[in-house]
């Protein structure tokens, strides 16, 4: 695994709407190489919408958004999503695609093909012998393997995952939490949601989305 190191991403004061109204109070944070977390918060909290924002998936936020002291908004994004994987609820695999013309697709939109960390990833995953079977053949907690093998396949320094232990049973768990913690030890960063708490991150921080008084922000609006 690669090493990364001296990157930051800050985060100032950052608010996601969804039909005109903030998703949930502006938050702040600043993620150093080596670091991990985890942001919580209950079902509709705007999870999901914030990693989307992040990830350039949606522009529907306001505030700065930092990737080494340069804010992504000016002429900086490309350097920004080059140095990302975002892995969300849609795995974003093509299932009339075999394991490998998956894997070796998003390798090839920014890296070169390398067809042996596929094959060491998949045997990691203890998914090996389904290289060349369709995505679409695959069981629910298969594929989140395939897709979860994208995070040794593309190395880049800041992982963005939403919610990364749906349908894995406890040996992926397992292996993750420790992709996670290699990772970290290599300089990476993490940010990622979870219903539950990963202990078995190594010193995994916590931010909680909180609910935005609609009834206040709508008085100071119309004041505006």
């Not at 990157?7 to 969804?18: C, G, I, M």
């Not at 944070?29 to 918060?41: C, H, P, V």
């Not at 539950?196 to 008085?219: C, F, M, P, T, W």
């Amino acid at each position: 695994m690669p090493t990364f190191n001296n990157n930051q991403l800050t985060v100032k004061n950052l608010a996601v709407f969804r039909s005109e109204l903030p998703l949930f109070e502006a938050i702040s944070f600043t993620l150093n190489s080596g670091e991990a977390l985890q942001i919580s918060g209950t079902n509709g909290s705007g999870k999901t919408s914030l990693l989307r924002c992040l990830s350039g998936l949606s522009q529907r936020f306001e505030g700065q958004v930092d990737w080494n002291g340069n804010a992504i908004k000016n002429n900086h994004q490309l350097s920004f999503f080059q140095q990302l994987l975002y892995l969300g609820h849609s795995l974003g695999l093509k299932p009339k695609l075999t394991v490998e013309q998956n894997l070796s697709f998003y390798q090839q939109l920014r890296f070169a093909k390398n067809e042996n960390i596929i094959v060491d990833t998949l045997k990691q995953l203890k998914i090996a012998g389904y290289l060349n079977e369709l995505v679409g053949h695959l069981s629910a907690g298969q594929k989140r393997r395939v897709a979860l093998a994208r995070i040794i396949c593309e190395p880049v320094p800041l992982w963005i995952l939403d919610e990364p232990m749906v349908a894995l049973d406890t040996e992926g768990q397992d292996w993750l939490e420790k992709c996670c913690n290699q990772h970290l030890k290599c300089g990476g960063m993490i940010l990622l949601t979870s219903h539950q708490r990963l202990s078995g991150i190594d010193g995994l921080k916590e931010i909680g989305l909180k609910d935005v008084d609609l009834h206040a922000y709508l008085n100071q609006a119309s004041q505006i």
